[in-house]
Each structure stands twice: as structure tokens, then as C-alpha cells.
């Protein structure tokens, strides 16, 4: 067992690792594709993780491939530290949303500034929201039988990005600029 408690990024990655072996590299990828709409990963990150789980049993560092690439496999101990990890209730959330600070404080920004922060963030969010919805539409009818662990974070992001976007479309005018003839260019 590790010396210390697993945190969620070193858990992430040996839930990943339970697919298979993977490198650095991949399992960047991979939760970028898998986790990135709700949980960030820095390559940074990713391989200082490994360096220490792997010295600490939980991952096995394969024989470097092409490009110096090193595939990393989950040990026994990484799967009993990975269970353990499971088996203890999840830290409650944290909002961490760079966008609102700056809302918070946007009486100090001139209103076309503001405007167009919340503008660009608000197509980012309807671009992900898109995205989700075409991941939707394109899963099979039994998708929730066979993993419904994946269908419900899915359908959580699709309920996230809604319920954003509604927050943007619900945003005074003096914040959106159309409280601002001069921003619609009359």
C-alpha cells in the first residue's frame, strides 16, 4: 500500500490502467477523451504520478518502446490502493470557475470586456454541450445496461452545460452588453 492516501489524480489514472497498459502519453489522452469536460490532468501531472506510484508497487513501468515511450501496468497493490480509494466517500465538490471570479469582480472591467468574456465562455459551453449531445445520440440503445457508470457522467455533463448555458441566458443585460447599444454596433 502506498505511504500516503491515493488522491484523485493517481486514483484516475490507475482506474485508467485497469483497461490495460498504457504510457504517460496515452493515459494523457485518454482522460482527456474520458474525463476532461470535468476533471483536468496535466502531462506534468500525469507523469509525476506515475514516477511515484511506481515506486511506491502500485503501477509496473514496461520496457520502453518507440519514441521512448514507457507502457506503465496496474499492479495487485495498485488495485487493492485503487479499491481503497473506491471504497471511501468521495470529498464533497469544490466550484472552481475561473469566469465567475472575474464576474464577481467585473464592476472594474469596461462592460464590452465583460461582454466578451462571458460571450466567448458561453459558445465554449454550447460547443460542449454539443459535443455531449452528439456522444448521446450516438449511443446504443442497451448503452445503459452494458456501462451505466459512463452514461450517467455523460448525461451529467449534459445537465451541467444546460444548466450553464440557462445561467448565460439568464445573465442581466448591463453584464451581456445589451444593455450597451454601442456593443450591438448602433
Same mark, same amino acid.
Given at each position: 500500500?502506498?505511504?500516503?492516501?491515493? &488522491?484523485? %489524480?493517481?486514483?484516475?489514472?490507475?482506474?485508467?490502467?485497469?483497461?490495460?497498459?498504457?504510457?504517460?502519453?496515452?493515459?494523457? @489522452?485518454?482522460?482527456?477523451?474520458?474525463?476532461?469536460?470535468?476533471?483536468?490532468?496535466?502531462?506534468?501531472?500525469?507523469?509525476?504520478?506515475? %514516477?511515484?506510484?511506481?515506486?511506491?508497487?502500485? /503501477?509496473?513501468?514496461?520496457?520502453?518502446?518507440? +519514441?521512448?515511450?514507457?507502457?506503465?501496468?496496474?499492479?495487485?497493490?495498485?488495485?487493492?490502493?485503487?479499491?481503497?480509494?473506491?471504497? &471511501?466517500?468521495?470529498?464533497?465538490?469544490?466550484?472552481?470557475?475561473?469566469?465567475?471570479?472575474?464576474?464577481?469582480?467585473?464592476?472594474?472591467?469596461?462592460?464590452?470586456?465583460?461582454?466578451? =468574456?462571458?460571450?466567448?465562455? +458561453?459558445?465554449?459551453?454550447? @460547443?460542449?454541450?454539443?459535443?455531449?449531445?452528439?456522444?448521446?445520440?450516438?449511443?446504443?440503445?442497451?448503452?445503459?445496461?452494458?456501462?451505466? =457508470?459512463?452514461?450517467?457522467?455523460?448525461?451529467?455533463?449534459?445537465? =451541467?452545460?444546460?444548466? /450553464?448555458?440557462?445561467?448565460?441566458?439568464?445573465?442581466?443585460?448591463?453584464?451581456?452588453?445589451?444593455?450597451?447599444? @454601442?456593443?450591438?454596433?448602433?
Amino acid at each position: 500500500m502506498p505511504d500516503r492516501p491515493l &488522491n484523485a %489524480t493517481a486514483a484516475s489514472l490507475l482506474g485508467f490502467l485497469h483497461d490495460g497498459p498504457m504510457t504517460g502519453w496515452d493515459l494523457v @489522452e485518454y482522460a482527456q477523451q474520458r474525463i476532461g469536460g470535468f476533471w483536468s490532468l496535466t502531462q506534468s501531472q500525469v507523469y509525476r504520478e506515475l %514516477t511515484a506510484m511506481a515506486g511506491a508497487g502500485l /503501477v509496473r513501468a514496461g520496457e520502453r518502446g518507440r +519514441r521512448d515511450r514507457q507502457p506503465y501496468e496496474i499492479t495487485d497493490a495498485g488495485r487493492a490502493a485503487f479499491a481503497e480509494w473506491a471504497a &471511501n466517500p468521495p470529498a464533497a465538490e469544490t466550484i472552481r470557475f475561473p469566469l465567475l471570479l472575474t464576474v464577481l469582480f467585473g464592476r472594474h472591467l469596461p462592460p464590452d470586456r465583460m461582454a466578451a =468574456y462571458l460571450a466567448g465562455h +458561453r459558445a465554449a459551453h454550447a @460547443e460542449r454541450l454539443a459535443g455531449y449531445e452528439q456522444i448521446a445520440a450516438a449511443l446504443p440503445e442497451e448503452a445503459e445496461d452494458v456501462d451505466p =457508470y459512463s452514461v450517467a457522467t455523460l448525461r451529467f455533463g449534459l445537465a =451541467y452545460e444546460r444548466a /450553464v448555458l440557462d445561467w448565460f441566458d439568464a445573465l442581466p443585460p448591463a453584464l451581456t452588453g445589451a444593455a450597451h447599444p @454601442e456593443a450591438d454596433g448602433q
